[in-house]
């Protein structure tokens, strides 16, 4: 049974930093492209970042570009979002997801992805 589990959010001030974990277990890891993304009540679902299978690859969104820096280690079956300069704006349910892709390319469609975490929330105040 794959299981993503999110950990690692929490409630920030602005400008603060905090670090997001996903261990992945029950597939295999180094054959899945890992992305985040984020949603908040009412509104669709925003690609935030991504990482292709052996980690050489990463595209974010621009709402988030140089703030936020994803990352992988294939050893710990962990995908890692390190978010710095947080804005209100940041504040979501974050998600981890995998899609199997051997390639340099990544997705931003959510619908390509096939396994997802439950989530975990990050709150900034302003």
């Known amino acids: 049974q794959v299981q993503l589990v999110e950990s690692g959010g929490g409630l920030v001030q602005a400008g603060g930093s905090l670090r997001l974990s996903c261990v992945a277990s029950g597939l295999a890891f180094s054959a899945y492209a890992m992305g985040w993304f984020r949603q908040t009540p009412g509104k669709e679902r925003e690609f935030v970042a991504a990482i292709n299978w052996n980690g050489g690859t990463t595209t974010y969104g621009d709402s988030v570009k140089g703030r936020f820096t994803i990352s992988r280690d294939r050893a710990k079956n962990t995908v890692y979002l390190q978010m710095n300069s947080l804005e209100p704006e940041d504040t979501a349910l974050y998600y981890c997801?995998?899609?199997?892709?051997?390639?340099?390319?990544?997705?931003?469609?959510?619908?390509?992805?096939?396994?997802w975490g439950q989530g975990t929330w990050v709150t900034v105040s302003s």
């Open positions: 997801a995998a899609d199997r892709r051997l390639s340099v390319v990544v997705t931003t469609n959510p619908s390509e992805y096939e396994y």
